[in-house]
């Protein structure tokens, strides 16, 4: 026993190191969790043109032109309604039709308006939605149903880049401290808040990577899948599942020439690290009905990953995810959510445009009344078993 007992030591030194946590004893991991599971990618060389072997299409939405949506920051589907932020600091709310259910555009200098709008998340339980500004240091509330105002609460005890809400809690992602050089309670990753009002949780202390600034191909790192809440740390390649009460490590990605910690703090500038062979920068981790989408970075390209479950199998990794438009399939894009076990996509209209040039006999006219101009449209796909 006690060179079993030895030996699980080592292994679990050896888990945190390889992780990369210099926190790792700091994370609490639930005791009944699943085990670490292990997905291996492999880049193909070649397009995946047989996207319909995988993937059939639900349905799609055509989101009306009655309003200009600028570049898309964060796109959420719930309750039957899909939610847009964009860089212009403006939250569209349209039905599954597409028809605009409301627009919140309050930016402006005034007492009852918000400045730069960085994320924002839903509480669907209690019809919230929930908006952090940067200027103002506050989080404001909406009616998720009438994009109404209902209230706003002080965010001065912290300057987070991207949040989340899960059961009624909020997480706050921080990826460095700059703006608390000097507070020790600050200098973590991820910080859990029951209320919004106060820091009730930390996680992920501070490292090195921390120092590392890096914005190109960085993406938003929570994941909501169906009765989940993913979360992936910069420059990280495992999956973390959170609750209020925990951090618990669900996969480990190993990516083919993973960033080595060393690399990446010691390769200036940016834009020669993004020439280098190695892989990085892990996002988008989406599973519906046992099959998990991932992407990655590479030599300044995005990376598709798709990993059956259930079958413990790798379909395809690589950045050439290139349909041939069938009835079951008329396109599809790189994966930005889970909606109802359903994987979905927001794909723009000049997608649309040449996949109807591929093939304009499966497609419909809502379709191919679309220009460049027009809104992006939300495609659904479930798995083919």
Same mark, same amino acid.
């Given at each position: 026993? @006690?060179?079993?007992?030895?030996?699980?030591?080592?292994?679990?030194?050896?888990?945190?190191?390889?992780?990369?946590?210099?926190?790792?004893?700091?994370?609490?991991?639930?005791?009944?969790?699943?085990?670490?599971?292990?997905?291996?990618?492999?880049?193909?060389?070649?397009?995946?043109?047989?996207?319909?072997?995988?993937?059939?299409?639900?349905?799609?939405?055509?989101?009306?032109?009655?309003?200009?949506?600028?570049?898309?920051?964060?796109?959420?589907?719930?309750?039957?309604?899909?939610?847009?932020?964009?860089?212009?600091?403006?939250?569209?709310?349209?039905?599954?039709?597409?028809?605009?259910?409301?627009?919140?555009?309050?930016?402006?200098?005034?007492?009852?308006?918000?400045?730069?709008?960085?994320?924002?998340?839903?509480?669907?339980?209690?019809?919230?939605?929930?908006?952090?500004?940067?200027?103002?240091?506050?989080?404001?509330?909406?009616?998720?149903?009438?994009?109404?105002?209902?209230?706003?609460?002080?965010?001065?005890?912290?300057?987070?880049?991207?949040?989340?809400?899960?059961?009624?809690?909020?997480?706050?992602?921080?990826?460095?401290?700059?703006?608390?050089?000097?507070?020790?309670?600050?200098?973590?990753?991820?910080?859990?808040?029951?209320?919004?009002?106060?820091?009730?949780?930390?996680?992920?202390?501070?490292?090195?990577?921390?120092?590392?600034?890096?914005?190109?191909?960085?993406?938003?790192?929570? /994941?909501?899948?169906?009765?989940?809440?993913?979360?992936?740390?910069?420059?990280?390649?495992?999956?973390?599942?959170?609750?209020?009460?925990?951090?618990?490590?669900?996969?480990?990605?190993?990516?083919?020439?993973?960033?080595?910690?060393?690399?990446?703090?010691?390769?200036?500038?940016?834009? @020669?690290?993004?020439?280098?062979? /190695?892989?990085?920068?892990?996002?988008?981790?989406?599973?519906?009905?046992?099959?998990?989408?991932?992407?990655?970075?590479?030599?300044?390209?995005?990376?598709?990953?798709? /990993?059956?479950?259930?079958?413990?199998?790798?379909?395809?990794?690589?950045?050439?995810?290139?349909?041939?438009?069938?009835?079951?399939?008329?396109?599809?894009?790189?994966?930005?959510?889970?909606?109802?076990?359903?994987?979905?996509?927001?794909?723009?209209?000049?997608?649309?445009?040449? @996949?109807?040039?591929?093939?304009?006999?499966?497609?419909?006219?809502?379709?191919?009344?679309?220009?460049?101009?027009?809104?992006?449209?939300?495609?659904?796909?479930?798995?083919?078993?």
């Amino acid at each position: 026993m @006690k060179y079993i007992t030895i030996i699980l030591l080592f292994l679990c030194l050896m888990s945190c190191h390889n992780g990369r946590q210099s926190s790792c004893e700091n994370v609490p991991v639930e005791k009944d969790s699943v085990q670490l599971r292990v997905i291996p990618v492999s880049i193909s060389d070649t397009a995946y043109r047989n996207v319909d072997q995988t993937f059939e299409q639900i349905s799609y939405v055509v989101l009306s032109d009655n309003v200009v949506i600028g570049e898309i920051v964060r796109t959420l589907v719930s309750d039957e309604r899909i939610f847009i932020l964009d860089n212009q600091n403006k939250l569209f709310c349209f039905d599954m039709q597409g028809k605009v259910e409301y627009v919140i555009d309050e930016h402006g200098p005034g007492p009852n308006e918000y400045g730069n709008v960085l994320d924002f998340a839903l509480n669907p339980p209690l019809k919230m939605l929930w908006m952090y500004d940067s200027t103002r240091r506050k989080l404001h509330c909406y009616d998720m149903y009438t994009g109404k105002r209902r209230q706003s609460i002080s965010a001065t005890y912290m300057a987070p880049e991207r949040m989340a809400i899960w059961n009624g809690s909020f997480f706050f992602f921080m990826g460095d401290h700059y703006n608390y050089p000097d507070n020790p309670e600050m200098h973590y990753s991820l910080f859990c808040s029951l209320s919004g009002t106060k820091i009730d949780k930390s996680f992920f202390p501070h490292d090195r990577t921390s120092e590392f600034r890096f914005s190109y191909g960085k993406e938003h790192p929570f /994941y909501y899948n169906n009765d989940k809440l993913y979360f992936i740390k910069d420059y990280e390649t495992v999956v973390y599942q959170l609750t209020s009460e925990s951090v618990t490590p669900v996969y480990k990605v190993e990516l083919p020439d993973s960033l080595p910690l060393d690399v990446l703090m010691e390769v200036t500038p940016s834009l @020669k690290l993004m020439q280098t062979r /190695y892989s990085w920068l892990l996002s988008n981790a989406y599973e519906a009905d046992g099959f998990l989408n991932l992407w990655f970075q590479k030599q300044g390209s995005c990376y598709a990953v798709y /990993y059956d479950l259930l079958k413990d199998k790798l379909i395809y990794a690589g950045k050439q995810v290139n349909n041939h438009p069938v009835k079951d399939l008329l396109f599809i894009s790189q994966i930005h959510g889970v909606y109802k076990d359903m994987f979905f996509s927001v794909v723009p209209s000049f997608v649309i445009q040449y @996949k109807i040039s591929e093939n304009p006999d499966v497609f419909p006219d809502d379709l191919k009344n679309l220009t460049e101009e027009s809104n992006p449209i939300i495609g659904f796909y479930r798995v083919k078993r």
